[in-house]
T-cell receptor, first 113, second 114 residues
């Protein structure tokens, strides 16, 4: 029963193209996140959004930007994608009820050629 | 510097055997620790969360312990099944709220063979 959705699930782009990854949640969570997962590494935080138009850089924001115009949607944008942005991207959301109100999306596999 | 270290990196067991996965961390403060299961190509599914010093949790065949003094957690899987084949990820939160940061381990890849 998926509460956080991501689109698309798979994407192939050429270097220099723009990429839009979308994330949605239906729990009215204020806080949402974008992470990337690479082999041999833990998930790395790209951006956090605390609510509409209230976004903060995570640990690896370079090359990415985000947009949050509605509480239920959080987009990750790659302007002019690079091959080293090939990765699996995860969106997550967090409610106010403590650790049990945190959910992850199924991930988007992005390949940049 | 990686603040959450998991061992072993990978593990192969036969169906029916038990196994133990380890997580050591240096995150401070350490509000809670959670174990996730990640099937290949899928998202993270929460198995259990440990909050207090010397917490022990049980969720079916999964059980976990937390030693906050030692900053160490273990995940025990008993009577493994083929469907247990997955990557198990240890995550430490430095706060209990959404304002906190999550620190992820790289995961232990468990393979269960017939």
């Amino acid at each position: 029963d998926m509460k956080v959705t991501q689109m698309p699930r798979y994407l192939i782009k050429r270097m220099g193209e723009n990429v839009l990854l979308e994330c949605g949640q239906d729990m009215s969570h204020e806080t949402m996140y974008w992470y990337r997962q690479d082999p041999g590494l833990g998930l790395q935080l790209i951006y956090i959004s605390y609510d509409v138009d209230s976004n903060s850089e995570g640990d690896i924001p370079k090359g990415y930007r985000v947009s949050r115009k509605k509480r239920e949607h959080f987009s990750l944008i790659l302007d002019s994608a690079k091959t080293n942005q090939t990765s699996v991207y995860f969106c997550a959301s967090h409610g106010t009820g403590g650790p049990d109100t945190q959910y992850f999306g199924p991930g988007t596999r992005l390949l940049v050629l | 510097k990686t603040q959450v270290e998991q061992s072993p990196q990978s593990l192969v067991v036969r169906q029916g055997e038990n196994c133990v996965l380890q997580c050591n961390y240096s995150v401070t403060p350490d509000n809670h620790l959670r174990w996730f299961k990640q099937d290949t190509g899928k998202g993270l599914v929460s198995l259990t969360v440990l909050v207090h010093e010397n917490d022990k949790t049980s969720n079916g065949r999964y059980s976990a312990t937390l030693d906050k003094d030692a900053k160490h957690s273990t995940l025990h899987i008993t009577a493994t099944l083929l469907d247990d084949t997955a990557t198990y990820i240890c995550v430490v939160a430095d706060r209990g709220s959404a304002l906190g940061r999550l620190h992820f381990g790289a995961g232990t890849q468990l393979i269960v063979i017939p």
